[in-house]
């Protein structure tokens, strides 16, 4: 059983910073790649960033320049450093990681429960 924790959402004034944090723990054998991903009200789920074992990055044209993600892989936790905050950066934050665990050593995606951000004046 593996369990995803995500915290550090809110409301944030437009130009203001958040940092979402997302811890994993359970019966985990091996980690991989980790993202975020956003969905907004009427809109599918999107990436955001992700971020690879060795550290590759990848992010989406509305968050480069503004958002940072990393990973601890002795915490098996990845963060979003989000910067200068826009009021269409609002919605519902999932994190992802690719785990396996020691019963199934397949790798397998796991979501975290979402945390809110508004961005609003």
């Known amino acids: 059983q593996v369990q995803l924790v995500e915290s550090g959402g809110g409301l944030v004034q437009p130009g203001g910073s958040l940092r979402l944090s997302c811890a994993a723990s359970g019966s985990i054998r091996r980690i991989n790649d980790m993202g975020w991903y956003r969905q907004a009200p009427g809109n599918q789920r999107e990436l955001v960033a992700a971020i690879t074992v060795s550290g590759y990055t990848n992010y989406a044209d509305s968050a480069k320049g503004r958002f940072t993600i990393s990973r601890d892989n002795a915490k098996i936790t990845v963060y979003l450093q989000m910067n200068s905050l826009k009021p269409e950066d609002t919605g519902v934050y999932y994190c992802?990681?690719?785990?396996?665990?020691?019963?199934?050593?397949?790798?397998?995606?796991?979501w975290g429960q979402g945390t809110q951000v508004t961005v609003s004046s």
């Open positions: 992802n990681q690719k785990i396996a665990t020691i019963g199934s050593p397949q790798l397998r995606d796991y």
